[in-house]
């Protein structure tokens, strides 16, 4: 009777393993069988193929394994399982920059209550993850868009407004008259191609990324110190220009945003009673095109230099503004893989570094 039973019972366990061992040859999830020593007991064919594994590591300690795995927390998510016996999920992602949904299950032996061991998945989400970050990439070029028309226009809108009060006070010249209306037209024009340019969603934007275009560092400083001629006009700045690199394959929009805004800030914060003396250069820089502003104006103290690029941020209060032109700007660099740094001396002034990852 015993001995039948036993037959039985030995048949049984090899009929599970049968089935065990089907699965893991058939599944095409990578998955790897750890038991509680922290040996490799078995892995299924995806595992072996991703992790370049092979035969001769079943039986290896997983340390030995581990290299080819290339988790920094693999060995120690592992231990973490074994020893409390509660299911792990996490994403991780590879050297190689993939993302993956890690599930480490403990091996639970009933009869003894314990936990013999883990089984590892690893399930595949790196198209997810970057479904998620274009999304979130969109997320903030559309909250660039609306905090750049609501700053970069109202260069322009005075310039119209400074026009129309010409029109309102000057004699009743002709010729006088007719400059002022061409340069009113030019300066709606001006407004118009700025609303444009922040305000056009490309059908690629879709796609997480917005289309670049060959981009004229001269036109587009052009473009805003006729955006800023009021301003300049006032403060009789002088505003001198140095370009070694004359292109760039970027966003229009977002490069005439940035020029607008390092530009006006260096008008805006000049010192008391000194005309405002900014010199923009643009150049290579190993895989970056570099875009330096400098200016001889009030300077940023040292320990304000990082905050100025959060939202809001004013540090004149004096001094009209939103507090949101820096954070636009450093928005667009990184958005693009760029950087944006500041040196800067209180009374003394400020250069700011743009560094264009340069689009191929």
Do not use: C
Not at 118 to 142: A, H, M, P, W
């Amino acid at each position: 009777m015993d001995h039948t039973y036993n037959r039985k019972a030995h048949n049984k366990l090899i009929e599970l393993n049968d089935e065990l061992e089907n699965y893991f040859n058939n599944t095409i999830i990578p998955q790897l069988f750890v038991d509680a020593n922290m040996i490799l007991r078995k892995f299924t064919p995806p595992a072996m193929r991703h992790f370049k594994l092979t035969d001769d590591d079943i039986g290896k300690h997983i340390v030995e394994v581990s290299s080819n795995i290339r988790f920094p927390t693999f060995i120690e998510n592992i231990t973490e399982v074994i020893e409390s016996s509660k299911d792990l999920e996490k994403e991780i992602q590879t050297s190689d920059k993939r993302w993956y949904q890690m599930n480490i299950l403990p091996y639970i032996v009933r009869k003894e209550n314990k936990t013999n061991g883990v089984i590892v998945t690893f399930i595949d989400i790196d198209d997810r993850i970057q479904i998620l970050k274009g999304y979130e990439s969109l997320n903030r070029n559309y909250e660039n868009i609306i905090h750049s028309i609501s700053h970069d226009i109202k260069g322009p809108l005075s310039n119209i407004e400074g026009l129309i009060r010409l029109m309102q006070e000057a004699p009743e010249d002709e010729a006088d008259s007719q400059r002022i209306k061409d340069m009113l037209s030019e300066s709606v024009a001006n407004l118009r191609q700025t609303v444009e340019d922040l305000a056009d969603i490309q059908a690629s934007d879709t796609g997480f990324a917005q289309a670049p275009e060959r981009v004229n560092f001269e036109n587009i400083i052009e473009d805003a110190k006729l955006a800023l001629r009021d301003r300049i006009a006032e403060t009789n700045a002088e505003i001198h220009t140095q370009i070694e690199e004359p292109e760039i394959s970027f966003s229009r929009k977002n490069v005439r945003s940035i020029v607008y805004n390092l530009l006006n800030n260096a008008i805006k914060y000049q010192k008391p009673g000194k005309a405002p003396v900014i010199s923009i250069r643009t150049e290579k820089s190993g895989d970056y095109i570099l875009l330096t502003v400098r200016d001889n104006g009030l300077g940023i103290a040292e320990d304000k230099k990082y905050s100025i690029f959060e939202r809001y941020t004013r540090l004149h209060s004096e001094v009209p503004g939103t507090g949101v032109g820096l954070f636009i700007v450093k928005g667009m660099v990184e958005q693009m893989g760029g950087e944006i740094q500041l040196e800067s001396t209180l009374g003394e002034g400020s250069t700011f570094k743009v560094y264009f990852k340069a689009l191929r």
